[in-house]
């Protein structure tokens, strides 16, 4: 049977599967050998009761940048599935302009939705959040 495994070894039609099998405890060593300062990801830490969430509720972030670089810290609020409501006024035109292009790609990659409410105002919200209506004066623009 010798020559017979070893004509398949060389031929590739090896049947033998390796299965190399950790414990959480070896797991830990090796992420703690690596100077991380956060634990492994675990299955247990993934569970989230729905009733936890519903007591959190929604939370609206109102938000006036002066900068382009403020349009970071909103797309960091709409990656963590919080809505957000724009005020641009405060910005100038061509600035503003940067900052909705930036905000629509942020929406755009989180399958969520942006709005202008007013001259100024829009609204950016993630996949989970619907925005029903329209505002008359907008729709004229």
Known sequence: MGVMNK??????????????ETTVEEEREEYDSGNKKQQP??????????????????RLI????RHYSD???IAD????????V????????DQAKR?????????????GDIQK???????????HVDIQGTISSVMEE
């Open 7 to 20: 004509l398949m070894g060389f031929l590739g039609l090896d049947n033998e599967e390796y299965v190399e």
């Open 86 to 93: 724009v005020n641009l006024h405060r910005v100038e035109k």
């Open 71 to 73: 349009a970071q810290d």
């Open 117 to 127: 409410v007013g001259d100024t105002i829009f609204v950016c919200t993630p996949d």
């Open 41 to 58: 990801f675990s299955r247990a830490n993934n569970v989230v009761p729905f009733q936890a969430r519903e007591k959190e509720g929604i």
């Open 99 to 111: 900052i909705i292009d930036f905000l629509s790609g942020t929406v755009y990659a989180l399958n």
């Open 62 to 65: 109102l938000c006036e940048p």
């Open 77 to 84: 609020n709409l990656r963590h599935r919080r809505p957000v």
